[in-house]
Nanobody
């Protein structure tokens, strides 16, 4: 099993940047596909980005492509989400998630077994 704790959320003006971190405890972090999801107010949870075991393969939602960057440091058991050019529509609770099994990047939340508690990101206009 793995436990996940997000940090780095906050209030930022439109056009600004934030970096979210997700620290993992437990064994074999490098054998988990990691993902970031978000849940805007009153909406369903949605996929943001995911990264393979080694970080060599990443995938992004169209809405964040070119603005957000997912990365991981397996030596530190941490995955990051760098968010640039933030927009008010990026306002949401952001969650990191871990998926055991094959080294395949997936976008469906139900394919991830482990979740953090979430961190709020608010972008003001």
């Amino acid at each position: 099993q793995v436990q996940l704790v997000e940090s780095g959320g906050g209030l930022v003006q439109a056009g600004g940047s934030l970096t979210l971190s997700c620290a993992a405890s437990g064994r074999s972090f490098s054998r988990y596909v990691m993902g970031w999801f978000r849940q805007p107010p009153g909406k369903e949870r949605e996929f943001v980005a995911a990264i393979s075991w080694s970080g060599g393969n990443t995938y992004y939602a169209d809405s964040v492509k070119g603005r957000f960057t997912i990365s991981r440091d397996n030596a530190k058991n941490t995955v990051y989400l760098r968010m640039n050019s933030l927009k008010p529509e990026d306002t949401a609770v952001y969650y990191c998630a871990a998926r055991s099994g094959p080294d395949i990047v997936v976008v469906t939340p139900t394919r991830y077994a482990y979740w953090g508690q979430g961190t709020q990101v608010t972008v003001s206009s």
